[in-house]
């Protein structure tokens, strides 16, 4: 709730005094019409013979205004600046036009009832709102930690005289004696009496006020709150804190350019900076960027900005150039002959933690190759990568084992259908060796050329025993290797394709045959063996039939070797 004036705090000590006193008070607008009532409008119009209004002149002093009788028409009795602004109404009250502060008195409705003559008397306080709310005489800018005269705010042609509250950003200020001042003063207009409150507030501004709005208000007696346009100002204050700010790619990387930045929170804010560049000094003039271009391992280092007029005023910043320099030795395409060994050697330069991976063929290696002696299996495309956070290198070895060709192994598997061997010829070499046969036969199978290795298969049906050679070539050499085929014939074949029931009722059956012959053997040995022994006995008796004997014992040899074989057999 806004105080009022004093004045109108004695217009309302008079007023209810009067009021204790019998006296009944009227309020209203000024320049509007004003209807004062008599006895409130509690009369009745049978009851009244005459009606007479009068005002207190003061000091004493009253003046007519009008006068009704009964069944007459209203009469004007005054003469002076009343003559043209009174009237009655139907209910005895009096209506005033036009009111003025002039009109603040006591009017009195004086009635004859009967044999009595009645007074009411009526006090009058015209009121008047402000014009508007305007703030002049504003300052051009405000200056922290100093107090200023922010603006005068005036609220014009009011009564009583309006009391006036500043606000910033919608809150009130209140005065403190320090950082905030507001003094009032109220001008009295002499013609019309109405009065012309100003505020003058004095300020001292924070960093938080350049964007502040300041406004005045006034809650009048009568109408709405009135608010005035608001006003912003420029807020000036020294520099207290400098920041270099640095713009660069990340990462920063030699040949790449980096933007240094002076931000100072003056305002004004600066326009000059000296810029330290690693022992050398750059001074800027309208501007706060330098940039430095192609910046190389060497800018790494701190830098600095300051305020040219006040060197103690500076600000900082350490700037890293990252770098990832990596040397593989030999790399590119490298050929060497197996057997020999490879010295492979590998360097970092970095800025900073790396890490290494190797791949061959693109596939991952545990650790970095070591080519002691180089075998074919050791060709193929080696890539390492180092990697220093988002900074790559990479580098490439693409090495090829070269040497005549050696066959590994010649085998043979015997096919499926009994009737044909598959020769196996498993050889190395680089360049790719090529594979030829002593024999004629079906290319059954080449594998793919991988490591230096190669696997060549032939289907052969073999007539004969016979001795197969493989012979691989190329550039550097020749490798040769020899095998022996053995024939099939069809017995053998069925036997091999006879089932495993079968098999065992044959084998049986052998094992019967051979048991048989050699008991028989045993029988005609022991035979010959009597007989022998009786044909000498014999002989030595006659002496005869000798060479018969002789002719007899060899054919039994024969026999018996026959036997022999067929039992082993």
């Given at each position: 709730?806004?105080?009022?004036?004093?004045?109108?705090?004695?217009?309302?000590?008079?007023?209810?005094?009067?009021?204790v006193?019998?006296?009944?008070?009227?309020?209203?607008?000024?320049?509007?019409?004003?209807?004062?009532?008599?006895?409130?409008?509690?009369?009745?119009?049978?009851?009244?013979?005459?009606?007479?209004?009068?005002?207190?002149?003061?000091?004493?002093?009253?003046?007519d205004?009008?006068?009704?009788?009964?069944?007459?028409?209203?009469?004007?009795?005054?003469?002076?600046?009343?003559?043209?602004?009174?009237?009655?109404?139907?209910?005895?009250?009096?209506?005033?036009?036009?009111?003025?502060?002039?009109?603040?008195?006591?009017?009195i409705?004086?009635?004859?009832?009967?044999?009595?003559?009645?007074?009411?008397?009526?006090?009058?306080?015209?009121?008047?709102?402000?014009?508007?709310?305007?703030?002049?005489?504003?300052?051009?800018?405000?200056?922290i930690?100093?107090?200023?005269?922010?603006?005068?705010?005036?609220?014009?042609?009011?009564?009583?005289?309006?009391?006036?509250?500043?606000?910033k950003?919608?809150?009130?200020l209140?005065?403190?004696?320090?950082?905030?001042?507001?003094?009032?003063?109220?001008?009295?207009?002499?013609?019309?009496?109405?009065?012309?409150?100003s505020?003058?507030?004095?300020?001292?501004?924070?960093?938080?006020d350049?964007?502040?709005?300041?406004?005045?208000?006034?809650?009048?007696?009568?109408?709405?709150?009135?608010?005035?346009?608001?006003?912003?100002?420029?807020?000036?204050?020294?520099?207290?804190?400098?920041?270099?700010?640095?713009?660069?790619?990340?990462?920063?990387?030699?040949?790449?350019?980096?933007?240094?930045?002076?931000?100072?929170?003056g305002?004004?804010?600066?326009?000059?900076?000296?810029?330290?560049?690693?022992?050398?000094?750059?001074?800027?003039?309208?501007?706060d960027?330098?940039?430095?271009?192609?910046v190389?391992?060497?800018?790494?280092?701190?830098?600095?900005?300051?305020?040219?007029?006040?060197?103690?005023?500076?600000?900082?910043?350490?700037?890293?150039?990252?770098?990832?320099?990596?040397?593989?030795?030999?790399?590119?395409?490298?050929?060497?002959?197996?057997g020999?060994?490879?010295?492979?050697?590998?360097?970092?330069?970095?800025?900073?933690?790396?890490?290494?991976?190797?791949?061959?063929?693109?596939?991952?290696?545990?650790?970095?190759?070591?080519?002691?002696?180089?075998?074919?299996?050791?060709?193929?495309?080696?890539?390492?990568?180092?990697?220093m956070?988002?900074?790559?290198?990479?580098a490439?070895?693409?090495?090829?084992?070269?040497?005549?060709?050696?066959?590994?192994?010649?085998?043979?598997?015997?096919?499926?259908?009994?009737?044909?061997?598959?020769?196996?010829?498993?050889?190395?070499?680089?360049?790719?060796?090529?594979?030829?046969?002593?024999?004629?036969g079906?290319?059954?199978?080449?594998?793919?050329?991988?490591?230096?290795?190669?696997?060549?298969?032939?289907?052969?049906v073999?007539?004969?025993?016979?001795?197969?050679?493989?012979?691989?070539?190329?550039?550097?050499?020749?490798d040769?290797?020899?095998?022996?085929?053995?024939?099939?014939?069809?017995?053998?074949?069925?036997?091999?394709?006879?089932?495993?029931?079968?098999?065992?009722?044959?084998?049986?059956?052998?094992?019967?045959?051979?048991?048989g012959?050699?008991?028989?053997?045993?029988?005609?040995?022991?035979?010959?063996?009597?007989?022998?022994?009786?044909?000498?006995?014999?002989?030595?008796?006659?002496?005869?039939?000798?060479?018969?004997?002789?002719?007899?014992?060899?054919?039994l040899e024969?026999?018996?070797?026959?036997?022999?074989?067929?039992?082993?057999?």
């Amino acid at each position: 709730m806004h105080l009022l004036s004093a004045s109108c705090v004695s217009l309302l000590f008079t007023a209810l005094l009067q009021q204790v006193r019998g006296f009944e008070t009227v309020i209203g607008l000024y320049e509007e019409t004003l209807e004062i009532p008599c006895n409130n409008g509690a009369l009745k119009a049978e009851d009244v013979l005459i009606t007479k209004w009068k005002y207190d002149k003061r000091e004493g002093i009253s003046g007519d205004l009008l006068v009704k009788r009964n069944d007459h028409d209203v009469s004007i009795s005054a003469t002076d600046e009343y003559k043209d602004r009174v009237s009655m109404a139907a209910n005895f009250s009096l209506l005033l036009s036009e009111a003025k502060l002039t009109d603040q008195r006591s009017f009195i409705c004086m009635v004859a009832v009967g044999a009595d003559i009645l007074e009411y008397p009526v006090n009058v306080v015209i009121y008047k709102a402000p014009a508007g709310l305007e703030i002049s005489d504003k300052a051009e800018e405000l200056e922290i930690g100093k107090l200023t005269k922010l603006g005068t705010c005036f609220a014009e042609d009011a009564n009583p005289a309006a009391n006036i509250t500043w606000l910033k950003n919608n809150t009130p200020l209140v005065a403190d004696g320090k950082g905030i001042s507001i003094q009032a003063s109220v001008l009295v207009d002499p013609v019309t009496g109405l009065s012309t409150t100003s505020s003058v507030l004095e300020y001292s501004a924070e960093k938080g006020d350049t964007d502040a709005e300041f406004r005045c208000s006034t809650q009048h007696t009568v109408g709405a709150e009135l608010v005035s346009s608001p006003v912003t100002f420029t807020v000036t204050y020294s520099t207290e804190n400098i920041v270099l700010q640095v713009s660069a790619q990340e990462p920063l990387v030699e040949g790449d350019n980096v933007t240094l930045k002076c931000v100072a929170d003056g305002n004004p804010a600066p326009t000059t900076f000296n810029f330290h560049l690693k022992g050398k000094l750059v001074k800027v003039e309208n501007a706060d960027t330098y940039t430095i271009t192609n910046v190389s391992r060497d800018t790494t280092g701190e830098y600095k900005c300051s305020l040219v007029d006040d060197p103690t005023m500076e600000a900082s910043k350490d700037i890293t150039v990252n770098y990832l320099d990596i040397n593989l030795s030999p790399s590119g395409n490298i050929v060497k002959s197996a057997g020999e060994a490879l010295d492979l050697t590998f360097q970092i330069d970095a800025s900073g933690d790396s890490k290494v991976s190797w791949t061959k063929d693109n596939v991952k290696l545990d650790k970095e190759p070591k080519f002691t002696t180089l075998t074919f299996a050791d060709s193929g495309s080696y890539e390492c990568e180092v990697t220093m956070g988002l900074l790559s290198r990479k580098a490439v070895l693409e090495l090829a084992v070269e040497g005549a060709p050696v066959i590994k192994q010649l085998t043979k598997a015997r096919g499926e259908d009994g009737k044909h061997d598959v020769l196996i010829c498993e050889a190395e070499g680089v360049p790719k060796p090529a594979v030829s046969w002593s024999i004629n036969g079906t290319s059954l199978d080449e594998s793919p050329f991988v490591n230096g290795k190669i696997i060549h298969k032939i289907k052969v049906v073999p007539t004969a025993n016979l001795t197969v050679s493989c012979t691989v070539a190329n550039e550097f050499g020749v490798d040769s290797s020899t095998i022996n085929v053995s024939f099939v014939n069809d017995d053998e074949v069925r036997m091999h394709k006879q089932d495993q029931s079968e098999d065992n009722d044959q084998t049986k059956l052998v094992v019967g045959v051979v048991v048989g012959l050699l008991v028989a053997t045993l029988v005609i040995g022991l035979a010959y063996w009597v007989y022998m022994k009786k044909s000498k006995q014999g002989s030595w008796k006659t002496g005869e039939k000798e060479n018969g004997s002789s002719e007899e014992e060899k054919k039994l040899e024969e026999k018996v070797e026959e036997n022999s074989q067929k039992a082993e057999v």
